[in-house]
């Protein structure tokens, strides 16, 4: 809280709007010499104690975490990461009071139309948006608005915003097993075919996006909440900062990037070593002898005369 209140009162200042862009544009750029995610993941948690601790309306906290989500797009589409995920709605979420529930549903569908059809954001970053989850479960006026949000978008290629909604990796994996099993029986696909492959094209994900390089929740909370279960694999980094969501802006998200790509540089620059030393001096030569600080390597080594056995 005391950290908002200071930050308000520095972005009171006069000139600090233009001092701020002129900032971000320079670490963004400083970040994108190095390597980029290409799918980061965002589990937004925290939008009713954000509400509570402001005294806010319940909506209001919403409304604020859907404004946050719109920052952390930007910065990342900014950045070139190609895939994003975001944790709209999770099958649980039912269990919610219905007046939250519509108040989520058309808060997404006000914000997706925004940015697809009015204010053409989704034109000018060249951003998808695609729907992944049970959409048996979504009433038919918002499937509707939905379907129609995302057959506007289909054809950019640049970045796509992957919304779970209503989604769990329970589920996601089921679908899976079932698509897979209809498909034998069809005799579309042979039994020794499956592979994981397979278990990906059938996901609500239809195989794109593939694993999650950074996967984010925020408020505090240590849980994945049935989330991107098979999507995190053994590189994958998972953060759990202590900020509520719609207080996790741009410098969150630049900050969560740039340890990644500082800990992938070093991963990198890791493998690069250990493959150096499998070469042979010949093959290591031919690769690195334009770089500027190459030496070539030593093969034959004869040490230098001893001081005791030099003649005078
Ligand atoms: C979790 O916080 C948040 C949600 C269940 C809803 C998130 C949805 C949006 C921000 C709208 C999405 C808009 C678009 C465009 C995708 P919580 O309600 O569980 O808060 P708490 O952890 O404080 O209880």
Same mark, same amino acid.
């Given at each position: 809280?005391?950290?908002?209140?200071? @930050? +308000? %009162?520095?972005?009171?200042?006069?000139?600090?709007?233009?001092? !701020? &862009?002129?900032?971000?544009?320079?670490?963004?750029? =400083?970040?994108?010499?190095?390597?980029?995610?290409?799918?980061?993941?965002?589990?937004?948690?925290?939008?009713?104690?954000?509400?509570?601790? @402001? +005294? %806010?309306?319940?909506?209001?906290?919403?409304?604020?975490?859907? !404004? &946050?989500?719109?920052?952390?797009?930007?910065?990342? =589409?900014?950045?070139?990461?190609?895939?994003?995920?975001?944790?709209?709605?999770?099958?649980?979420?039912?269990?919610?009071?219905?007046?939250?529930?519509?108040?989520?549903?058309?808060?997404?569908?006000?914000?997706?139309?925004?940015?697809?059809?009015?204010?053409?954001?989704?034109?000018?970053?060249?951003?998808?948006?695609?729907?992944?989850?049970?959409?048996?479960?979504?009433?038919?006026?918002?499937?509707?608005?939905?379907?129609?949000?995302?057959?506007?978008?289909?054809?950019?290629?640049?970045?796509?915003?992957?919304?779970?909604?209503?989604?769990?990796?329970?589920?996601?994996?089921?679908?899976?097993?079932?698509?897979?099993?209809?498909?034998?029986?069809?005799?579309?696909?042979?039994?020794?075919?499956?592979?994981?492959?397979?278990?990906?094209?059938?996901?609500?994900?239809?195989?794109?996006?593939?694993?999650?390089?950074?996967?984010?929740?925020?408020?505090?909370?240590?849980?994945?909440?049935?989330?991107?279960?098979?999507?995190?694999?053994?590189?994958?980094?998972?953060?759990?900062?202590?900020?509520?969501?719609?207080?996790?802006?741009?410098?969150?998200?630049?900050?969560?990037?740039?340890?990644?790509?500082?800990?992938?540089?070093?991963?990198?620059?890791?493998?690069e070593?250990m493959q150096i030393k499998k070469l042979s001096p010949e093959e290591i030569d031919r690769r690195y002898?334009?770089?500027?600080?190459?030496?070539?390597p030593?093969?034959?080594?004869?040490?230098?005369?001893?001081?005791?056995?030099?003649?005078?």
């Amino acid at each position: 809280m005391m950290n908002t209140l200071l @930050w +308000n %009162l520095i972005s009171a200042v006069p000139g600090f709007t233009y001092i !701020d &862009a002129f900032f971000k544009d320079f670490i963004k750029n =400083i970040l994108k010499t190095g390597p980029i995610p290409n799918h980061i993941s965002f589990v937004m948690d925290g939008n009713r104690r954000f509400a509570k601790t @402001w +005294n %806010l309306p319940l909506k209001e906290g919403h409304r604020r975490g859907a !404004d &946050a989500l719109m920052n952390v797009l930007q910065c990342c =589409i900014d950045l070139g990461v190609k895939n994003m995920t975001v944790y709209a709605f999770s099958i649980e979420n039912f269990n919610r009071p219905q007046p939250e529930i519509d108040t989520i549903f058309d808060l997404l569908v006000s914000k997706l139309a925004y940015i697809s059809e009015d204010n053409e954001f989704c034109d000018t970053q060249k951003l998808r948006i695609k729907i992944i989850g049970d959409r048996s479960l979504i009433p038919e006026r918002i499937l509707q608005d939905i379907q129609r949000i995302e057959a506007k978008t289909s054809s950019h290629k640049d970045h796509t915003l992957f919304i779970a909604f209503p989604y769990t990796s329970r589920d996601d994996i089921t679908h899976s097993v079932r698509q897979i099993v209809s498909k034998v029986k069809d005799g579309q696909l042979k039994v020794d075919q499956i592979d994981e492959n397979q278990i990906e094209k059938n996901f609500y994900y239809e195989g794109e996006a593939g694993k999650v390089d950074i996967l984010v929740r925020t408020s505090g909370h240590t849980r994945l909440s049935d989330y991107m279960l098979w999507q995190c694999h053994q590189d994958s980094v998972i953060e759990f900062p202590n900020t509520l969501w719609p207080d996790y802006q741009f410098y969150s998200t630049w900050w969560t990037i740039f340890k990644w790509s500082y800990y992938k540089t070093l991963q990198l620059q890791d493998a690069e070593v250990m493959q150096i030393k499998k070469l042979s001096p010949e093959e290591i030569d031919r690769r690195y002898q334009h770089h500027p600080t190459y030496q070539k390597p030593i093969t034959e080594f004869t040490h230098p005369p001893y001081a005791s056995v030099v003649k005078k």
